[in-house]
T-cell receptor, first 115, second 111 residues
Framework: DGGITQSPKYLFRKEGQNVTLSCEQNLNHDAMYWYRQDPGQGLRLIYYSQIVNDFQKGDIAEGYSVSREKKESFPLTVTSAQKNPTAFYLC??????????????FGPGTRLTVL | GQQVMQIPQYQHVQEGEDFTTYCNSSTTLSNIQWYKQRPGGHPVFLIQLVKSGEVKKQKRLTFQFGEAKKNSSLHITATQTTDVGTYFCAVISNSGYALNFGKGTSLLVTP
């Protein structure tokens, strides 16, 4: 919650451009996640990472890429291959590698609009 | 993986009325979590249920986990305008490391 920052809050891009969304946390959590939220669709998992230098695809990874070079950072790149990128993107963290039994903490989100 | 269906999708109540949202699964769940998202905000964790038949209360909110661990409910007594938002349930995905969220129930409370 308060320990997760996402920037920018609003982002506009032209069709065909790649864009990178930032997610930084100071909670010292091992696990980090990216979700996409569309109206009436709930939250859908894009990618997640349990540890530095390792990450796994979620349900809707096509057109997205991530990196996890530092524990604190998990940036998401929305590539031009993503056909419907306009959405609300949420980054989340979790305490440990087996931490789905723990709560997830969410950042404030980035609202991406493709023009 | 474990998936949940959440109903209703929308609910509009007068302030003071009660509200309930339900999550249902075709498979036995290991646990279930509930989150609230205010309009324009991000999801915030409310509670986790683990045991069969478990009931937990948070002030006017009552959370239940079914005896068969295939369904759960969130009940709000005497709604207030501060209860407005979308309520999500979430369950562990196949990988064991991520959550699958229901589509949520959006609650609107009019004074």
């Amino acid at each position: 919650d308060g320990g997760i920052t996402q920037s920018p809050k609003y982002l506009f891009r032209k069709e065909g451009q790649n864009v990178t969304l930032s997610c930084e946390q100071n909670l010292n959590h091992d696990a980090m996640y990216w979700y996409r939220q569309d109206p009436g669709q709930g939250l859908r998992l894009i990618y997640y990472s349990q540890i530095v230098n390792d990450f796994q695809k979620g349900d809707i990874a096509e057109g997205y890429s991530v990196s996890r070079e530092k524990k604190e950072s998990f940036p998401l790149t929305v590539t031009s291959a993503q056909k419907n990128p306009t959405a609300f993107y949420l980054c989340a963290t979790n305490l440990g590698t087996s931490g789905t039994y723990n709560e997830q903490f969410f950042g404030p989100g980035t609202r991406l609009t493709v023009l | 993986g474990q998936q949940v269906m959440q109903i209703p999708q929308y609910q509009h109540v007068q302030e003071g009325e009660d509200f309930t949202t339900y999550c249902n699964s075709s498979t036995t769940l290991s646990n279930i979590q509930w989150y609230k998202q205010r309009p324009g905000g991000h999801p915030v964790f409310l509670i986790q249920l683990v045991k069969s038949g478990e009931v937990k209360k948070q002030k006017r909110l009552t959370f239940q986990f079914g005896e068969a661990k295939k369904n759960s409910s969130l009940h709000i007594t005497a709604t207030q305008t501060t209860d407005v938002g979308t309520y999500f349930c979430a369950v562990i995905s196949n990988s064991g490391y991520a959550l699958n969220f229901g589509k949520g129930t959006s609650l609107l409370v009019t004074p």
